[in-house]
């Protein structure tokens, strides 16, 4: 079975500094797809940041960027330059495309991200 | 692109009652999830579409739930008889599901109270 661990249930960063959020997955699949998805209090998931598997390279989205170990299954969000806007509920989730039943997204229990002024 | 959309926004209800969601995707993505969040916890998968056949259904998809996407175009998610235990956000999400383009989008949800 597929499992997402967040092992961080809350997390505060000063504004202006980075914050790293941690991630560890399992799969016995190769070919798999991890996101990072933010939930603001009371407001819809918005998707951070994406990195497909067979991509060695981490992905990079403005202030969001990914470190990305795969042999570790690791997978962990660093944010710079944290803004108030930053303060969220962040989820890290798992997604492998096959025609069955893990055709979907597995979620971790989150990690909740305060930014102090 | 007008996003993912759910109504309602909210729905309190009593217990034993039937009530219906409805989800409308963005335009041009065949895939349709609905999950379950629970307070302080991450979403939970509960039935998926692509076009309008249902591919899978979660084992937390009792007999009493049950989805529809006619047309592969919007769904609805019909809860009866509802329980205490079935409060939670239900989101709607879709994802274009080809090319390698699987990321999905989240509606705002709709929050079921059962009272």
């Known amino acids: 079975a597929q499992t997402v661990t967040q092992s961080q249930p809350e997390m505060s960063v000063q504004e202006a500094e980075t914050v790293t959020l941690s991630c560890t997955y399992d799969?016995?699949?190769?070919?798999?797809?991890l996101f990072w998805y933010k939930q603001p209090p009371s407001r819809q998931m918005i998707l951070v940041i994406r990195?497909?598997?067979?991509?060695?390279q981490n992905a990079t989205e403005n202030r969001f960027s990914v470190n990305f170990q795969k042999a570790a299954k690791s997978f962990s969000l660093k944010i710079s330059d944290s803004q108030l806007g930053d303060a969220a509920m962040y989820f890290c989730a798992l997604f492998m495309n096959y025609g069955g039943a893990t055709n979907k997204l597995i979620f971790g229990t989150g990690t909740l991200l305060a930014v102090q002024p | 692109d007008t996003g993912v959309s759910q109504d309602p926004r909210h729905k309190i209800t009593k217990r034993g009652q039937n009530v219906t969601f409805r989800c409308d995707p963005i335009s041009e993505h065949n895939r349709l999830y609905w999950y379950r969040q629970t307070l302080g916890q991450g979403p939970e998968f509960l039935t998926y579409f692509q076009n309008e056949a249902q591919l899978e259904k979660s084992r937390l998809l009792s007999d009493r739930f049950s989805a529809e996407r006619p047309k592969g175009s919007f769904s609805t998610l019909e809860i009866q008889r509802t329980e205490q235990g079935d409060s939670a956000m239900y989101l709607c999400?879709?994802?274009?599901?080809?090319?390698?383009?699987?990321?999905?989008?989240f509606g705002p949800g709709t929050r079921l109270t059962v009272t």
């Open positions: 990195q497909e598997a067979y991509k060695q």
């Open positions: 799969t016995s699949e190769s070919d798999y797809y």
């Open positions: 999400a879709s994802s274009l599901g080809s090319g390698g383009v699987y990321e999905q989008y």
